[in-house]
């Protein structure tokens, strides 16, 4: 039994690892129209008007009618959770995601300084609306 | 007690394993190379596939017992002494696929079900690969319940267990984009790649359709069968989709998800958040298919 298993976990790396020499990985960048299209898919009814991106364009935040939007890059793929201002811990221009589900592992990333206060002024300025 | 006498039968999915690989290997020859690139590969995405494969194969191993054991104390209480005819094989083939049916249905509306079936629906794509992405915990959390009743009815346990196995090796071509249709007399009779497109598209209104293993006539009996329609080009995932590549992360999500929601709830909730549809929430906070089916209809 063992040595099928091994004999199993061998054949997958190495179809794997033709896969990888082929090239059929990437990643892709965020950009507006990917991110639309992508909430889009997660709930029709989400709206929002402007993105912000991560330095190395793999994350993204949007302030929706629904709340706060994170986008992450998985492959040439995007997901989608909608967040609140708890699940962000912001040090500087680096940003930590924390959303406790382990489908969505907590990452950082690092966006553009002004781009990040602006959208913590917003989120902040909303907030302060709602309550 | 009536005796349970052994009946040696082959492996389908044993036998089936080294087509899987070249399979797996020509189609992203042809994502690459082909003409039209249909086949849309990642080759994280098809690790992630493969190790939950082989994962299914070691926990099946271990718990393969479990089901045999069950299947054949069932057996030993038959109602009816069938024996194993060739007849008996063509019935057999025939309520096996039903029984996929209803354990397919029943996985995509009851959460309890759906956290195991929805490793198999967690990548964004789709090619052959993605056939190789199974569960871990299918057995341990029971899914085996839904063809007792052959066992009970008289049909052998290795004869469930064969049937079983050929219709998951039939499944696995169907998991493609690279052949469009079928010719029309079987794409009336059988599951084919464009029926299972549409099963694995999040698409509002490709949800909860086409749940058939090797027939789609259970589909268009019950009412569940949707065609593929060339207008709308199937989006694949789940409604909300993972971030990770990480098997681990991928066989327990769900139920850690489970988990965190009824950890959290009032005692009147969770069995709501236990058993009811997936996405169901007791402030209606989320959305069923059938809520996300129902707004689409009125957009």
Request: glycine share 6%; hydrophobic share 45%; with cysteine.
């Amino acid at each position: 039994m063992i040595s099928q298993i091994l004999f199993v976990v061998g054949a997958a790396s190495a179809v794997i690892a033709f896969g990888f020499m082929l090239g059929l990985s990437q990643n892709i960048s965020i950009n507006n129209e990917l991110a639309k299209q992508a909430a889009y898919n997660y709930d029709s009814n989400l709206k929002f008007d402007e993105i912000i991106i991560s330095d190395n364009k793999t994350a993204a935040l949007a302030i929706s009618n629904k709340g706060i939007l994170l986008f992450k890059t998985v492959g040439n793929r995007i997901a989608v959770r909608i967040i609140n201002k708890d699940n962000i811990i912001k040090h500087g221009n680096s940003i930590l995601f924390l959303l406790n589900d382990i489908g969505f592992p907590d990452f950082k990333t690092q966006f553009d300084i002004n781009n990040i206060e602006d959208f913590f002024d917003i989120t902040t300025t909303k907030g302060m609306q709602n309550a | 007690m009536l005796d349970y006498v052994p009946l040696n039968l082959p492996s389908p999915v044993v036998w089936a394993t080294p087509f899987f690989g070249f399979l797996v290997i020509a189609e992203m020859l042809y994502a690459k190379f082909g003409k039209t690139k249909a086949a849309n590969y990642e080759a994280k995405d098809s690790f992630a596939s493969l190790m939950m494969g082989v994962g299914n194969q070691i926990v099946g191993f271990v718990t393969a017992s479990i089901f045999f054991a069950i299947s054949v104390t069932a057996y030993q209480h038959r109602i009816f002494d069938i024996g194993t005819n060739p007849i008996i094989f063509v019935a057999c083939f025939f309520l096996e696929d039903l029984s996929f049916y209803w354990f397919h249905r029943i996985s995509h509306e009851s959460r309890y079900f759906w956290a195991s079936h929805i490793i198999h629906h967690s990548s964004q794509y789709y090619n052959l690969s993605t056939a190789l992405r199974q569960t871990w915990t299918g057995t341990l959390s029971g899914g085996f319940i839904f063809w007792l009743p052959l066992a009970f009815l008289g049909f052998h346990p290795a004869m469930i267990g064969f049937f079983s196995g050929l219709s998951l090796v039939y499944q696995f071509w169907i998991h493609t984009e690279t052949i469009d249709k079928m010719p029309k007399w079987f794409e009336a009779i059988f599951n084919t790649p464009s029926h299972h497109r549409v099963h694995h598209a999040v698409n509002p209104q490709y949800l909860d359709a086409n749940y058939g293993g090797v027939l789609i006539i259970w589909d268009r009996l019950f009412g569940t069968f949707v065609p593929e329609c060339k207008e709308d080009k199937p989006k694949y995932g789940v409604v909300t989709n993972i971030a990770t590549f990480n098997p681990f992360r991928i066989a327990f999500h769900e139920w850690f998800g489970i988990f965190k929601d009824i950890t959290s709830a009032k005692p009147k909730h969770i069995f709501g958040y236990l058993f009811g549809p997936p996405g169901w929430s007791h402030d209606g906070s989320r959305k069923t298919s059938k809520i996300i089916k129902a707004e689409n209809k009125k957009a």
